[in-house]
């Protein structure tokens, strides 16, 4: 099972970008999915989350400006960013995990860049 990020890219403030995570090797509806970013020097923060049941959660400080959803059918879910701060310039993680049993799979990461 592999799961594979991308999208990132440079980006302006006040910008967009779309990061995809597609997963291959299973299906996706057994799998939680979140989005993880970490900058330089600071810890990995947790930035969305979407459950199986397509319940979506999101970090306090991407809130009213990111969007997560999923496609099951193409094994593949989006992050949608907008109104990007230069705070948001990470490297942005894709982890699946499986709903039965303690089994998660991460991405490689892809890195995003906000300048102004």
């Known amino acids: 099972v592999q799961v594979a990020e991308s999208g990132g890219g440079l980006a302006q403030v006040g910008g967009s970008l779309r990061l995809s995570c597609v997963m291959s090797?299973?299906?996706?509806?057994?799998?939680?999915i979140n989005w993880y970013r970490q900058a330089p020097g600071k810890q990995r923060e947790l930035v969305a989350s979407?459950?199986?049941?397509?319940?979506?959660s999101y970090g306090d400080s991407v809130k009213d400006r990111f969007t997560m959803t999923r496609d099951n059918s193409k094994n593949t879910v989006h992050l949608q960013m907008n109104k990007l701060k230069p705070e948001d310039t990470a490297v942005y993680f894709c982890?699946?995990?499986?709903?039965?049993?303690?089994?998660?799979?991460w991405g490689q990461g892809t890195q995003v860049t906000v300048s102004s």
């Open positions: 982890k699946a995990q499986a709903v039965y049993g303690n089994i998660e799979y």
């Open positions: 979407n459950t199986t049941a397509s319940e979506v």
């Open positions: 090797g299973s299906l996706l509806n057994l799998f939680t």
